[in-house]
């Protein structure tokens, strides 16, 4: 009886605290299946534990929120669903016959929230300012871009680009010239202010939470959503808690027992799509200034056979995960290109231990007295870092801590803030970091490996890489890349060979140790906003720290009970 009351008054603590948000926002907080707070605004937890810093620079690695919502792109690609992009800022766009000239038509009747006029110049400003920025170049774009009248954007390159594309029409957050300019460094200055052309714009802000309005001069028409609220939270428990008070309307995250989660929580519904790769990702380099164990491939390569992947996914992810292709192909929407040259086309899902000490004995590890293995008078013991509100992610790092120990590896978790894991991120400031690699701009494998696996998306320790954070370069693999960019992507035949290449590179090489393919869990409040995707319509990736797919699902939410 004693352990039942302390557990109810914390959760009470939990849902105190999100009210406390709720006041500050002017807000009030809603009961049962009601949810959060005015009818017209939505309250949305995207993981967030600790404070806002105010940013909404749309190129910062800890950007609070704007891709898509403040920041637009050209257009919107479904990564759950193959086909033609939702346009945005543009309208149109074409290839010339070699692959080396991009034409976009951009809209006329845009305006950015300072009333300035949108125009071709500034997506040819934005699309020079990222060519000129490795930081914030993910996809290695090296055009030359070109405002030919007020609506043209012509891009040129020196060679054929085919993959291009989809990056610079649908992950590029196009930003205005005429303020843009005079901001000296796109990745780490700050955005206190910001100003776009999409659907919202920035009301409020506080440390606990801030506020995204109906931009009512939007081209396409002020949304119906009027206004979403983000909020702070303590991490992945007390966002559970609020989602049980009908405290908050859009959670993306693990919650308990969610074959019945309609019945627990009349008014929401909830739906899973798998999508995101789940790995260790590790600081690999020595050449780039990593140092630790795990520079060491072949301990790597232990790790990912010594997983109980069954276990995690039970213990840590309620089944939801699921099988990770060691070549990070995605093994259901990308089975065509696995490649037939893997050891593994997925990851076992039992535990290898044999195999795991087999590749440490292999290396000159050599099993101490206290049962760990060492080299070198190094024992290897690693660290792996996590923010402490991720539950589901905490829970796999410590049960993964038991599986490694029976293969002579010593694994404890780091729990952090949020900003202190993504600050760790960017500059390589750890051994292991628990994360998933995001799918890029179509729904295709080549942005993985372009974005994760390139030599032009890393730096040097110390420096912000975004976003091959495992400090990774092979230049086998980047020559592969480099040879799929430019071969139009209707042209399998051609390009299987480079994904060959590529996918046995990394599973040799384990730069993010696979561990699973994680099922992203939404849950909405369908008794407040119509208009979610299901498993029938998922018209949009349905992630509320996705973007800018967040933001195509707030354009097509209407209150209940709205006009």
Known sequence: MASHGVHRRARVALVGAVAVVLAAAGCSGGGGGGGGSAADTLIAYTGQNGDYQRNFNPYAPTTNEG??????????????????PTPRLGTDYSWNDDGTELTITVRDDAVWTDGEPFTAE???????????????????YAGEAEAVDATTVRVTFDEPAYMDAPQLLGKTWIVPEHIWSGIEDPVTDRVDEPVGTGPYRLQDFQPQAFTLTANPDYYGGEPALKNIRYIALSGNQSGVDALGAGQVDWVTGPVPDLENFEENHPGYSAITVPMNQMALFTCSSTDLGCDGPQTDPAVRRAIYHAMDRDQLDALAFEGTASGISPGFALPERDAAIISDELEHATAPMEPDVDAAVRELEGAGWERGDDGVFAKDGERLALTVTVPSGWT??????????EQLAEAGIDLSAQGVSYN???DARAQGEFDLLFDSLHQGASPEPFFVYSYFFDTGTTAPVGETANPNYARYSDPEVDAAIEALRGIPPEDTEARQPHF?????????????????????????NTEKFTGWPTEEDTYAYPAVWGRPDQSQIYLNLTPAGGE
């Not at 500034?122 to 290695?140: E, H, K, R, S």
């Not at 589901?392 to 801590?401: E, K, P, R």
């Open 392 to 401: 589901d992610y905490v829970t796999a790092i410590n049960t993964l801590s």
């Open 500 to 524: 060959d290449t590529i996918q046995t590179a990394l599973e040799e090489d384990m730069p993010y140790i696979p561990v699973l393919t994680g099922g992203t869990t939404s849950e909405f």
């Open 122 to 140: 500034d997506v040819a400003y934005t699309f020079d300012l990222v060519a000129a920025t490795p930081a914030i170049n993910q996809g290695g």
């Open 420 to 422: 202190e894991w993504g």
């Open 67 to 84: 891709p898509g919502t403040i920041f637009e792109p050209l257009f919107v690609y479904n990564l759950v669903e193959p086909g033609d």
